[in-house]
């Protein structure tokens, strides 16, 4: 069974430019999230779905920040304009909800630099 | 809210050493614990879970048992190995009414000395 995928695995922007990242989960995994790891940090949920509805968002850091994942597979985070304060692994995690308390599986991460 | 600490930011041991890496938690209801461990440029993966009061889960030779009235999930290895060397995270993780939001702690270092 394949794992979780992300592309690219690294990424260097200046400040101002965008950037997207892309996931494509296990297959048959309801549950979609991604993550922030900055340096020597645990990870730090931004947004999850159930198949394609967001569940949680709150922790979007701004409007700069945005996902979707339309047909409930694969997802999409992108940044607008990034700024040197996002440098950190970006990471995208599964699961199967069929059960209480699900573990997640994840990807191998991207790691962005804003120069 | 809810939280995860780690108290041990990095932890040196030499090989066949005992580990305990400590973690406690804050939280409402009754959350599931979790351990997951990160090497270098992958993505954390799953140790194991426990989702009720003084059960152990366990996996590669960790250990760790929930309890309840300490509020802790501490892990424990009785004999490392260099290959043991990574980062260990301790989270929480809702049930699911609480749609599956896992909270993570900051992880702590293991270093295994050959």
């Known amino acids: 069974e394949a794992g979780v995928t992300q592309s690219p695995r690294y990424a260097v922007l200046q400040e101002g430019q965008a950037v997207s990242f892309w996931c494509d989960p296990i297959s048959g995994h309801d549950t979609l999230y991604w993550y922030q790891q900055p340096r020597d940090q645990g990870p730090q949920l931004l947004v999850y779905f159930r198949d394609e509805a967001v569940i949680d968002n709150s922790q979007l850091p701004s409007d700069r920040f945005s996902a979707v994942r339309p047909k409930g597979t694969n997802s999409t985070l992108k940044i607008q304009s990034a700024k040197q304060g996002d440098t950190a692994t970006y990471l995208c995690?599964?699961?199967?909800?069929?059960?209480?308390?699900?573990?997640?599986?994840f990807g191998p991460g991207t790691r962005l630099t804003v120069l | 809210g809810d939280s995860v600490t780690q108290t041990e930011g990095q932890v040196a041991l030499s090989e066949e050493d005992f580990l305990t890496i400590h973690c406690n938690y804050s939280?409402?209801?009754?959350?599931?614990l979790f351990w997951y461990v990160q090497y270098p440029g992958e993505g954390p993966q799953f140790l194991f879970r426990?989702?009720?009061?003084?059960e152990k889960g366990s996996s590669r030779g960790f250990e760790a048992t929930y309890d309840k009235g300490t509020t802790s999930f501490h892990l424990r290895k009785a004999s490392v190995q260099e290959s043991d060397s990574a980062v260990y995270y301790c989270?929480?993780?809702?049930?699911?009414?609480?749609?599956?939001?896992?909270?993570f702690g900051k992880g702590t270092h293991l270093h295994v000395l050959p």
């Open positions: 426990a989702s009720r009061d003084k």
């Open positions: 939280a409402s209801g009754y959350p599931a």
């Open positions: 989270a929480l993780g809702g049930p699911r009414t609480n749609a599956y939001k896992v909270i």
């Open positions: 995690a599964s699961s199967f909800t069929d059960n209480n308390y699900a573990e997640q599986f």
